[in-house]
């Protein structure tokens, strides 16, 4: 599938992309995301976004039997985007234990929860699908 900033006719502009689940994948992921944030004019956002993206990309090529990763990126507000990774993983939702402070790895979703405005772990019939909203901060006068 070719990755795509789309321009539908109806509805709030989406970037929407699969990839191979692979250690190349996040980096893919997130020069996609940049580029659509950038082309909507929301670069105060992209490295935020960023690492969101890359933190859920991650989890889903090393936590998941998932073969794909869908990532799909929508400006559902004038200040607002979310970016929604899915896979194919049917177990048990989980709420992240608390790594110890030796631990490389583990920290992926705290990550996510502390720089996302929203972020939630939703089932689908075909697996599951994170999502994170990032708004941007308006500049009082």
């Given amino acids: 599938m070719a990755n795509a900033v789309v321009s539908a006719p109806v509805g709030p502009p989406s970037y929407r992309a699969n990839y191979v689940a692979r250690k190349t994948a996040p980096g893919e ?6 580029f659509a944030l950038k082309t909507w004019g929301l670069e105060q956002l ?20 998932s073969r794909l990763v869908g990532v799909v990126v929508t400006r559902i507000a004038e200040n607002t985007v979310r970016i929604m990774v899915l896979d194919t993983d049917r177990a048990e939702t989980f709420v992240p234990a608390c790594p110890s402070g030796d631990e490389e790895s583990g920290r992926g979703l705290f990550l996510v929860a ?4 929203r972020w939630d772990i939703e089932r689908v019939v075909t697996g599951k699908r ?7 901060k ?3 006068p």
Avoid: F, M, P, Y
Avoid at 29 to 34: E, I
Avoid at 130 to 136: A, G, M, P, R, V
């Fill in 29 to 34: 992921a997130r020069h996609g995301v940049a």
């Fill in 46 to 65: 992209a490295d935020t976004a960023e690492v969101l993206v890359s933190e859920l990309v991650t989890n889903a090529v090393v936590h998941t039997d």
């Fill in 138 to 140: 308006k500049v009082q």
């Fill in 130 to 136: 994170i999502w994170c909203e990032l708004d941007t």
């Fill in 114 to 117: 502390a720089l996302a405005d």
